[in-house]
């Protein structure tokens, strides 16, 4: 079933005279379950459209929808209602996430009272998650108390409060070690496989993004590429990751040919296509 769909995607911020395309008619499409990475140079748009799915920002045209939600069309009260249940989010900064004067357990319990939970359903939920989450000993800690890694967990946690059907988070890993954030990426994918939850992160980091099945490239507010990724079993009965990257076609049939690809073969504003009976060839014109 797929869950997000986002065609020709834009956002055009306005400060005074100048205008900022970030997001230039993206596609992608997520199914339920799925864990994805989104990588792509900094500037490119992917904090741009994570706060579209989150509900925080309203994309400018195209079309954008998490479930049964448009997010072109929502009313106030929509989106209010979308953020509250549908999707959890976890920014960019860490701090951004957390108060500073409560602990973690009631920062867990937070937004399950904004949603008008029963006390006994929230203390049994926020031990649960806190404990899925590998924090449940520091429950009763202030974010001062927490360390980076410890921080985000619980970061993740009070984003699953209210049982949210997708969980963006936003560089999760970008302030911590080597170590801690393979823990933090680990602590992601138990959430994506335990609890059913869909996952799209946003990652600078390629140890990361090398961990999920598929990673989306977004290049100039483009989703430019995706690469597939799975196990294969060789003849020793050994296993081994192979990785295939693959280019991303709109629906009119537009495609982004990779910068080195079209520098080798200095490919420039008019090229050759032919079809041939199971591919397309692309030549220089000259
Ligand atoms: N609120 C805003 N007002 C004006 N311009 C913005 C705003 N938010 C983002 N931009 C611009 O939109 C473009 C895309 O920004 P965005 O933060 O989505 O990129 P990013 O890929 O997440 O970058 P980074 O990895 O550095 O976080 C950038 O040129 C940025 O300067």
């Given at each position: 079933m797929t869950l997000i769909v986002c065609e020709s995607l834009v956002r055009i911020y306005q400060t005074g005279p100048v205008e900022v395309?970030?997001?230039?008619?993206l596609d992608l499409v997520v199914e339920k379950g799925e864990m994805i990475a989104v990588v792509g140079a900094s500037g490119s748009g992917k904090s741009t459209l994570l706060s579209i799915l989150a509900g925080v920002d309203a994309p400018t045209a195209g079309r954008a929808h998490v479930e049964q939600w448009d997010l072109l069309a929502m009313s106030r009260a929509d989106r209010v209602r979308y953020r509250r249940h549908t999707v959890g989010f976890v920014r960019q900064?860490?701090?951004?996430?957390?108060?500073?004067?409560?602990?973690a357990r009631q920062m867990v319990d937070l937004p399950m009272t904004a949603a008008r939970t029963s006390a006994g359903e929230r203390r049994k939920r926020s031990a649960e998650l806190l404990e899925a989450l590998g924090v449940s000993a520091y429950a009763d800690r202030k974010p001062g108390q927490l360390s980076g890694g410890q921080q985000m967990r619980v970061a993740i946690a009070v984003a699953l409060a209210n049982q949210p059907h997708v969980l963006l988070a936003d560089e999760?890993?970008?302030?911590?070690d080597t170590a801690t954030s393979a823990e933090v990426f680990g602590a992601l994918r138990d959430v994506n496989r335990d609890l059913g939850v869909t996952v799209v992160v946003v990652t600078h980091d390629p140890a990361v993004s090398g961990q999920v099945e598929r990673t989306v490239a977004i290049r100039d507010g483009r989703t430019s590429s995706e690469v597939l990724r799975r196990t294969a079993t060789a003849d020793d009965g050994g296993t081994h990751v192979i990785a295939e990257e693959y280019a991303v076609m709109d629906r009119a049939g537009r495609i982004q040919v990779p910068r080195d690809y079209r520098e080798a073969l200095a490919l420039t504003r008019r090229v050759r296509l032919a079809l041939e009976p199971d591919h397309i060839t692309i030549r220089p014109d000259a």
């Open positions: 395309q970030a997001l230039q008619g900064q860490t701090a951004s996430n957390l108060i500073p004067y409560l602990t999760p890993t970008g302030e911590l």
